[in-house]
């Protein structure tokens, strides 16, 4: 999974120039596009308009279709194939970093990803005025296009911002609503992180920045505040409610407890069993 912020801090602090934009379309069929022998020396964007492709970059694909935008390195193998039964129309960019990034996070034009920002037709006008400006002769023009590359990258990069906050928004309601029905069973982040489909340090990132606290913390707030509940609402054995919120050792359970609340379960229950409507 790709970050459109670590992307975003390469293009604001690296330089970049253009080397061409092109507007085109492919039949059906597979097609080879750069070789072992023939690689290209520049890196580029691939903004899919119409139809659907499949691109490989050093063996890894991607499927390519409106709404979604490939990005390749700098001498990459490329490969790719149009299953129909439209032609698959693209504008692709070519361009070069002049100066590195000094983000400290890696060169980005020598990756491949694919990012998703969904059918946006800003992106799409700024496409065509990029191509035109590229496309005519004249100092100017070519100041020009360097600029709308600029401006194309930054609205590529906060529709993909703004789409993936929106979709890590719903996964996490998923999760949270899971977390809240299922707490007094075992759970750990990698079983919180296969319930949302993604992998565990982009579900823990993403969780944490939709809720303030990481998976596993919000998991202990929500069962030291069901705790608290039952612990004042019955007179139940601390050993037993220790369990209702699962943990089966009660000693971990008193010791934890401790921590998030400063009492003990049993001086908890002591100091606000009377007063159980509070909580």
Do not use: W
Request: charged residues 20%; contains cysteine.
């Amino acid at each position: 999974m790709v970050d459109p912020n670590e992307l975003a801090g390469h293009f604001a602090s690296g330089a970049f120039s253009v080397h061409g934009v092109y507007e085109s379309e492919i039949e059906p069929g597979s097609y080879r596009g750069h070789s072992q022998d023939n690689r290209t020396p520049y890196a580029g964007f691939v903004f899919a308009l119409h139809g659907r492709a499949f691109f490989e970059f050093e063996g890894t694909r991607y499927e390519l279709a409106p709404g979604k935008v490939a990005h390749g390195g700098a001498r990459m193998t490329l490969s790719l194939d149009v299953p129909g039964p439209a032609p698959f129309k693209y504008v692709l960019i070519h361009y070069s970093a002049d100066a590195p990034s000094n983000t400290g996070a890696g060169d980005c034009s020598k990756r491949h990803f694919v990012l998703e920002t969904g059918e946006n037709p800003a992106i799409v006008e700024l496409l065509r005025r990029l191509h035109k400006a590229a496309g005519t002769p004249g100092s100017l023009h070519a100041l020009e296009a360097k600029e709308l590359f600029y401006r194309v990258t930054l609205e590529t990069l906060k529709s993909a911002h703004n789409r993936a906050n929106r979709e890590s928004a719903g996964i996490v309601d998923i999760v949270l609503d899971y977390m809240h029905h299922h707490y007094m069973e075992p759970l750990t982040l990698q079983r919180l992180a296969d319930i949302a489909g993604m992998d565990a340090k982009p579900f823990s990132y993403a969780f944490n920045k939709a809720v303030g606290l990481f998976p596993i913390d919000y998991v202990i707030r929500h069962r030291i505040e069901r705790a608290k509940h039952l612990l004042v609402a019955s007179n139940g054995p601390v050993s037993g409610i220790a369990k209702c919120v699962g943990y089966e050792d009660a000693h971990y359970f008193s010791r934890l407890f401790r921590k998030h609340t400063g009492y003990t379960p049993s001086g908890f229950r002591s100091r606000f069993g009377n007063y159980a409507r509070a909580f």
